[in-house]
């Protein structure tokens, strides 16, 4: 797939390929807290183990689905080819997933860069906001190319050269959701 083949725009969501869907589990306690949102970054020096509980068909790819938010699960060569990027923006800790290596990753980047008002957002009577299409001040990302924003922390948004670095070099398992209200949207590598 190359680029033309993308939405519109400077920003995508980022999501998984959920037909390559895994479950992941800590080998230990340590491990099984460091699956388990930002609050349980591991220390450096600590490489996260996990065990495949279960899977979907194919291998993992370079974006492995895990069922969480963050962190974000890296194969060891979408790690490589986007480190710059990933160190600039966020925290990472090495991982050992079934004897492969590979890198979890947790956003630090906030930005207060999404257009509140231009995007479409359906709002439950409890309050619950879900954001189904963004819409981003102009010149309000200052640039950053791995960020989530204010409003919605819980949703990882990249810019267009990280998604380049992806096409360019096959990686698998990458897929952004322009309409995440449609479920047909979904865009896959």
């Not at 980022?14 to 895994?22: G, L, P, S």
């Not at 930002?38 to 509980?53: N, W, Y």
């Not at 997933?97 to 995007?119: K, M, N, Q």
């Not at 990882?156 to 479920?183: A, H």
Request: glycine share 8%.
């Amino acid at each position: 797939m190359s680029q033309d083949d993308w939405p519109n725009g400077e920003y995508f969501s980022w999501f998984e390929n959920q037909e390559k869907f895994a479950t992941v589990s800590g080998v230990t306690k340590e491990d099984r807290l460091a699956t388990r949102m930002s609050q349980a970054i591991p220390p450096e020096t600590q490489t996260v183990r996990l065990r495949i509980a279960t899977s979907g068909p194919g291998d993992l790819g370079d974006f492995p689905t895990t069922g969480i938010r963050f962190p974000k699960i890296l194969s060891e060569r979408a790690f490589t080819l986007l480190r710059p990027m990933l160190l600039a923006n966020g925290l990472t800790r090495d991982a050992d997933i079934g004897g492969e290596r590979y890198h979890l990753f947790w956003p630090t980047s906030v930005s207060d860069c999404l257009d509140y008002e231009a995007s479409k957002i359906k709002r439950a009577p409890t309050g619950y906001e879900r954001l189904l299409v963004p819409a981003f001040q102009v010149g309000g990302v200052e640039s950053r190319s791995v960020f989530v924003t204010r409003q919605f922390p819980d949703l990882v948004f990249v810019g267009r050269e990280f998604l380049s670095i992806i096409t360019e070099n096959g990686l698998k398992g990458f897929c952004t959701w322009p309409d995440m209200g449609d479920d047909e949207s979904l865009i896959c590598v």
